[in-house]
């Protein structure tokens, strides 16, 4: 199946929550068969071939870099952007290959081995700490996605005044775009709740958005929805995605923050 749309990412360092985000925005908009992202795409077979494959029918090739991407040369990861950057149908047009940056320093240091990536058909997307809606916002801008009328549109009210009629023309914006670059709605201070610390997003008083890290002083179910139930435990770190003090997708440390267990999904 051809995919328009083809997400690489290290999943080391949280991308693949990054990645899961960036996913899940795109599939609300141009549909889940339309993304490829290897934890949902590549079923049983040669996943290398499968990758081959759909790299050579993308449209869009949409690169993520985050702290653990400049590192490992000889990943799949450096393969794929080394393909990307050598297919013709990603040439074509500016914004065909797109870099997401949430790590300045990486994304520095990835140039040195694909100065490409700063040529003129690449588009570059800076993370500012946005969670949630705030970056969806800032991806479909990226993207254009839903814009019908462009970006901005012309209002005609008719004011009746007396026996004849006058003509307001008001500028306005019906996809509520903000012209100005994503500003950082991210929390970034401690913060707590009963079940422990925080910091990254918030909403109604519990971790929210991605990129969040908890650190866990009480035992409580990682998300009411998981069927196994299963349950924190005091001392535990996860980094990850949540909503509403539920946890979506992430990684746990144990208490001497070694890594327990990677791309943890409770309600799996």
Sequence with gaps: MAHKYFIS????????????????????????????????????????????????STGHFILIVNEASASDVDSVYYEEISYALKNDNLKADLGRITVIVYDNGSYKKLLANFPDLESRNIQKVTYNGEYGSHFEERLCKHFNFNKRFGKWWWLLLIVVIG???????IPTNPNNEDTNEGTNTTDTTENSWPYGQWTGGTKNGKPHGSNVTVIYSAECLYNSTDPLKRKTKPGQKVVGMYEEGMLIIGDIYDENNNLIEQNFEPKM
């Design 9 to 56: 990412y290290r999943r080391k360092a949280g991308g693949d929550v990054q990645a899961r985000e960036v996913y899940n925005i795109l599939c609300k908009y141009v549909g889940k068969d339309n993304v490829f992202f290897d934890r949902e795409s590549i079923g049983e077979g040669s996943w290398r071939k499968y990758l081959e494959k759909s790299l050579q």
């Design 163 to 169: 026996g004849g009629a006058a003509f307001l023309v």
